[in-house]
């Protein structure tokens, strides 16, 4: 199975930027951050000791309509959990996130938005990690489908996801606690924790924290789950932008 | 970039002669603004025909057009400018006073990607006159042939539209949208329709191929800015250019040198030899970048017959 690309910082004007592409549902997300920013319009913010999370999905070829709203609520409720908005420099400023689809096929209207879901928590995050926004963990997220004959499939395609008797999006923390579940369709509870085990699995592989937190690092079982994903994404970009450090030493 | 006080386009508002510094205040959006001495050491360079990265006054900066994996996705840098345009197309009712006709958009929006100074979801002066211009020179210009995107009169018609994303925002947008549109036009390929008994069937791109739009003429828009006193004009100016200049000059030109749009919104007057003169260096410029475009679209056209082939070879040895 061919696993998701990733490439950190690509755009010039926006303080961090990413974009992720995901080959088996097609989809090309790029990403933008905008951190801390002033607001003009929220300056009297409901919360003003914390910084306002503030998330736009931009459709490839149509106008943003209800589903871009929806999914736009989840992303901002995950994300404004995640953002330390608390940090020096961030209360009553903004986090500005900007999500392109910019590539693959589109959301149709009345199609479940699941389906982009994990493509753009990803971008988000690898965006968010870009601009140097302090973030209390980082997470992972994935999309399974459940077909009427309870088989379940991964990565589901917009196409999979209108014969599948049910949805779930569901994203971990690092650290292997539940962030988001949000499902689609008709299941039961057996179904659904086979469905959470088998996410756990895609987003943390093999090593699940031990009781004291930490995480057995293995190189190999690194690049078969979304985790290590993330973090290697990360680590890439690091190594090339300190190269003329390494290269000094 | 137009430097008129508080007045919003459309409105045309009497030019009140700016001089030196004096324009410090005015902004086209929210770009942080140029410090006096940026200013004028833009402006002083360029009464020595000295431009920021060292180009000619009428040169524009490198161009570089890249296709995405699906008919009509282009991506087109123009110096630091990014921008993104998709081209889709859907079978919709056409609209009642014009029966055989087809529809055609063009959407631009601005989002906080291109440049921290737009807000999401809320439109500006720039992005309204970009989508202004870009509606004369493509949409009003027939450049698609409209009439060949209808497919039974007064009942079902293709609506083409056209999606611009602005990644990166550095200076003359409206160009690099417009060459990036009449590019993916080119580019695209709208699925075959065809009417059986009445009945509209669309095939699917595996089962026909596709068809190319009909494009009638290649308009692009050029613009120019105007610095001192109209005295000192350019073409393709970056974004700090812009923040510096007083007035642009927008025109819509074609190969064949038929104007289809000539605008002088706001700021210093130009001399009306000036524009002629400049007619001509855009009608030159015009020529050059459909050269370009038509052969970056020739380069990913062989490549896509080859991997076609290559595809077409690999099903055989499946079988």
Redesign the interface.
């Known amino acids: 199975m061919v696993g998701p690309t990733a490439s950190i910082s690509n755009?010039?004007?926006?303080?961090g930027?990413a974009s992720f592409k995901c080959p088996t549902t097609g989809y090309?997300v790029?990403g933008?951050v905008?951190a801390p920013?002033e607001l003009p319009?929220r300056r009297d913010a409901l919360k003003p000791e914390e910084a306002t999370v503030?998330v736009?999905v931009?459709p490839?070829?149509?106008?943003?309509g209800v589903g871009e709203r929806y999914i736009e609520g989840i992303l901002r409720s995950v994300l404004g959990k995640v953002v330390l908005g608390r940090e020096k420099g961030f209360p009553r400023r903004g986090v500005?996130i900007?999500l392109?689809i910019?590539?693959g096929g589109?959301v149709e209207r009345g199609d479940s938005y699941l389906t982009i879901l994990p493509a753009l928590l990803h971008t988000s995050l690898l965006a968010l990690l870009s601009a140097s926004v302090p973030l209390s963990m980082t997470f992972a997220a994935t999309t399974l489908g459940v077909t009427i004959s309870n088989e379940i499939i991964r990565d589901v395609s917009p196409r999979g996801a209108k014969a599948a008797a049910s949805l779930h999006a569901l994203a971990f923390s690092s650290k292997g606690h539940l962030l988001l579940n949000e499902s689609q369709g008709r299941f039961d509870f057996e179904i659904w924790e086979a469905v959470r085990e088998q996410a756990l699995f895609i987003c943390q592989g093999a090593a699940v924290p031990s009781a004291d937190g930490d995480v057995a690092m293995d190189e190999e079982a690194d690049r078969t789950h979304l985790d290590g994903f993330i973090r290697e994404t990360v680590e890439d970009q690091i190594h090339s932008e300190y190269n003329w450090k390494v290269d000094s030493v | 970039m137009r430097p008129v006080g508080k007045a919003k386009w459309p409105k045309k508002v009497d030019f009140a002669p700016l001089t030196g510094a004096g324009f410090a205040s005015i902004t086209m959006s929210k770009e942080h603004p140029l410090s006096n001495p940026e200013r004028d050491f833009i402006l002083d360079a360029l009464r020595q025909n000295v431009r920021l990265d060292g180009r000619e006054v009428d040169q524009f900066r490198p161009l570089n057009i890249a296709f995405?994996?699906?008919y009509g996705?282009v991506k087109l840098q123009l110096g630091?400018t990014?921008i993104?345009v998709?081209?889709?197309a859907e079978v919709t009712k056409p609209h009642e006073d014009r029966p055989f006709d087809g529809l055609f958009n063009i959407?631009l929006?601005l989002?906080?990607?291109?440049?921290?100074a737009f807000?999401?979801?809320r439109s500006s002066d720039l992005e309204a006159n970009s989508t202004h211009i870009l509606d004369s020179v493509i949409r009003h210009s027939n450049a698609l042939d409209t009439e060949s995107l209808c497919i039974i009169q007064g009942v079902s018609c293709w609506s083409i539209?056209a999606?611009v994303?602005v990644?990166?925002?550095?200076g003359n947008l409206t160009d690099a949208a417009c060459i990036a549109i009449m590019t993916a036009l080119q580019h695209f390929r709208r699925p075959d329709a065809v009417v059986k008994e009445g009945q509209v069937i669309v095939y699917g791109v595996e089962d026909r191929v596709p068809v190319a739009l009909n494009i009638t003429h290649k308009p692009l828009s050029v613009t120019f800015q105007t610095f001192n006193d109209g005295t000192h004009i350019i073409l393709d100016a970056s974004r700090r250019e812009e923040l510096a200049s007083e007035g642009e000059l927008v025109i819509g030109i074609n190969n064949a040198g038929d104007m289809c749009f000539l605008s002088k919104f706001s700021g210093a007057p130009v001399d009306a030899l000036a524009i002629v003169n400049k007619t001509t260096v855009a009608l030159e410029r015009v020529k050059e970048i459909n050269a370009l475009v038509d052969k970056a679209l020739k380069a990913d056209l062989a490549q896509r017959s080859k991997q076609g082939m290559a595809d077409e070879s690999r099903a055989e040895n499946d079988r």
Do not use: C, Q, W
């Not at chain 1, 755009?11 to 303080?15: G, H, T």
């Not at chain 1, 490839?60 to 943003?64: S, V």
């Not at chain 2, 990644?167 to 550095?170: E, G, N, P, Q, V």
């Open positions: 755009l010039n004007r926006a303080d930027s090309d790029l933008a905008n920013i319009t503030e736009f931009k490839g070829t149509t106008t943003a500005v900007t392109a910019v590539g589109n | 995405g994996d699906e996705h630091k990014n993104v998709r081209i889709s959407n929006e989002s906080a990607m291109g440049s921290p807000e999401n979801g539209r999606d994303h990644l990166d925002y550095d």
